[in-house]
T-cell receptor, first 109, second 112 residues
Framework: SQQGEEDPQALSIQEGENATMNCSYK?????LQWYRQNSGRGLVHLIL?????REKHSGRLRVTLDTSKKSSSLLITASRAADTASYFC?????????FGKGTTLSVSS | EAGVAQSPRYKIIEKRQSVAFWCNPI?????LYWYQQILGQGPKLLIQ????????DSQLPKDRFSAERLKGVDSTLKIQPAKLEDSAVYLC??????????FGPGTRLTVT
């Protein structure tokens, strides 16, 4: 079963713009992770935010977590064409990750 | 540090045939996962190993899928017989303790 639901399903922006993706989940978690997947490639881990954290930064990435609303957001600032990929949130409740269906981001130059 | 290795990268078979995938996790990672990713969806867990024991195989279609982890290191996932709906990317991941999972490049299976 899939716990995380990303929104929007698809997003198209211009280089230099910011991209925001949202994730909602259903049950209690230990942490929430975001992954990127380029077409035909494996998943690359981007960032992990623990349940007692509210915000985390890594380079051009900013992740927020609201456990009361069971939601998270991923912000990519100053996007580049190389950011074109699918982005997945995954919740960790102590065993395996449960992934959402992903947001497909397209960045045009 | 070498990543998670998987082979083959691509496989095309006919329905009712059998197929096997191989995974070599990162050295020292006790936990190993197999995921199935159907086109347009997120990965779905098939089976989780801790060393060479199964932790969770609740979503593994056991009538046709089987998996083993030899000596707590390499793992193989087998499908026999394959169905059209098994067409997907099969991802292997490994993890050390409670840190993030590292994924291999995946095996893209096409069943015709």
């Amino acid at each position: 079963s899939q716990q995380g639901e990303e929104d929007p399903q698809a997003l198209s922006i211009q280089e230099g713009e910011n991209a925001t993706m949202n994730c909602s989940y259903k049950t209690s978690i230990n942490n929430l992770q975001w992954y990127r997947q380029n077409s035909g490639r494996g998943l690359v881990h981007l960032i992990l935010i623990r349940s007692n954290e509210r915000e985390k930064h890594s380079g051009r990435l900013r992740v927020t977590l609201d456990t009361s609303k069971k939601s998270s957001s991923l912000l990519i600032t100053a996007s580049r064409a190389a950011d074109t990929a699918s982005y997945f949130c995954a919740t960790d409740a102590g065993t395996a990750l449960i992934f959402g269906k992903g947001t497909t981001l397209s960045v045009s130059s | 540090e070498a990543g998670v290795a998987q082979s083959p990268r691509y496989k095309i078979i006919e329905k009712r045939q059998s197929v096997a995938f191989w995974c070599n996790p990162i050295s020292g990672h006790a936990t190993l996962y197999w995921y199935q990713q159907i086109l347009g969806q997120g990965p779905k867990l098939l089976i989780q190993f801790q060393n060479n024991g199964v932790v969770d195989d609740s979503q593994l279609p056991k009538d046709r899928f089987s998996a083993e982890r030899l000596k707590g290191v390499d793992s193989t996932l087998k499908i026999q017989p394959a169905k059209l709906e098994d067409s997907a990317v099969y991802l292997c991941a490994s993890r050390y303790a409670s840190y993030e999972q590292y994924f291999g490049p995946g095996t893209r299976l096409t069943v015709t």
